[in-house]
């Protein structure tokens, strides 16, 4: 969130198996009534994934982090592994950065997205506004080309319904050993990493954890390579294990 799904095509090409990334809808599609919180939209994962018909190997990246832990662990889904990159935000003691706590206020939220818009081009666009995180000027232009109203309110209520942070219901609900392995990621270039609350909540999980070290937020744009390589050791721990 915000991303497309073409975030993930430089580390795609690096795997040599079959892969799909999704697109969220209302993120550059329409946006189905029914999806108006975080629920609806692990919801709709879940249902995605069956439709695959076997086991997956899911990755997460940002809100597909949430929404991939939240399938996981309360889902009956047919998943073998797990991955993720943000996994501090289900740690108890995180609380939200300072956009999303502008994004779960009314109407400061609804005027910051609107802000963010091509149309408004006096200022930042949401691709701008990423940049420090490691966005690359290519997401950012494609992103900025399907930020509508639609993807204003897609944010606005995934951002709301995960008030006051993850951990008070998912996170509550997932306090054991997932039912499938994991690896959390630590891009720990990330100008909001919490690698201490990351390797808190894989070891609460039972999952494994490697720190990308100088790497951002946006690790498969920056170093595909690595992020691949990482990805395909720990396929291959679990396949051997």
């Not at 797990?82 to 950065?97: F, I, K, M, T």
């Not at 006096?122 to 900025?144: H, K």
């Not at 309110?153 to 951002?159: I, N």
């Not at 008030?163 to 219901?169: G, M, Q, S, T, V």
């Amino acid at each position: 969130m915000p991303e497309t799904p073409a975030v993930w095509n430089a580390l795609r090409e690096r795997i040599d198996r079959p892969t799909l990334a999704l697109r969220l809808p209302g993120f550059g599609t329409p946006r189905p009534a029914g999806l108006v919180d975080k629920e609806a939209y692990a919801a709709w994962l879940a249902d995605e994934l069956r439709a695959l018909g076997g086991p997956v190997d899911l990755v997460g990246h940002d809100w597909g982090v949430h929404l991939a832990m939240r399938v996981v662990s309360a889902y009956d889904v047919p998943v073998r592994s797990w991955v993720s990159d943000v996994a501090h935000g289900w740690h108890p003691g995180y609380r939200w950065h300072e956009a999303a706590v502008l994004f779960q206020q009314s109407p400061q939220g609804e005027e910051l997205l609107a802000s963010l818009r091509a149309d408004s081009p006096d200022s930042p666009s949401f691709g701008d506004f990423l940049r420090p995180r490691g966005m690359s000027a290519e997401l950012a232009t494609e992103v900025d080309a399907v930020h509508d109203e639609v993807m204003s309110a897609a944010v606005l209520a995934l951002y709301r319904s995960a008030r006051p942070h993850l951990h008070a219901d998912w996170g509550r609900e997932f306090g054991g050993p997932a039912p499938a392995p994991g690896l959390v990621l630590v891009p720990t270039g990330d100008p909001m990493a919490q690698p201490a609350l990351d390797h808190e909540v894989a070891a609460r999980l039972g999952a494994r954890t490697e720190e990308l070290d100088g790497l951002t937020h946006y690790w498969m744009l920056q170093d595909p390579d690595r992020g691949a390589e990482a990805l395909e050791r720990f396929w291959a721990a679990c396949a051997s294990a």
